[in-house]
């Protein structure tokens, strides 16, 4: 089992800057690829970012490029989202997701291929 609690949401206004955290907790040696996802009120859960297990490869939204940065500390067994330049559009809880089983070197934007969740953390832009 692998526990998941994500930190540092809060509300901010926009173009300010809040870097998320998800740490994890548990059988932290089974994890390998960690993604953030985020859901606003009334639309889908949409991909952020994803990031390998040794942190070299990451993965993240087109739309996203370039504003957000996902990195991982595996001695701290936490996974971060740097949110820049942040807009109100931006506005949604934020989760953080793991895979436990071999996924070789893949990345996923498919939510299904996660496993285990955190329970989310609020990001609130105000414009």
């Known amino acids: 089992q692998v526990q998941l609690v994500e930190s540092g949401g809060g509300l901010v206004q926009a173009g300010d800057s809040l870097r998320l955290s998800c740490a994890a907790s548990?059988?932290?040696?089974?994890?390998?690829?960690m993604g953030w996802f985020r859901q606003a009120p009334g639309k889908e859960r949409e991909f952020v970012a994803a990031?390998?297990?040794?942190?070299?490869?990451?993965y993240y939204a087109d739309s996203l490029k370039g504003r957000f940065t996902i990195s991982r500390d595996n001695a701290k067994n936490t996974v971060y989202l740097q949110m820049n330049s942040l807009k109100p559009e931006d506005t949604a809880v934020y989760y953080c997701?793991?895979?436990?089983?071999?996924?070789?070197?893949?990345?996923?934007?498919?939510?299904?291929?996660?496993?285990?969740w955190g329970q989310g953390t609020q990001v609130t832009v105000s414009s």
């Open positions: 997701a793991a895979i436990t089983y071999d996924a070789g070197r893949r990345l996923f934007a498919n939510a299904y291929e996660y496993n285990y």
């Open positions: 990031i390998s297990r040794s942190g070299g490869n990451t």
């Open positions: 548990g059988h932290t040696g089974s994890i390998s690829p």
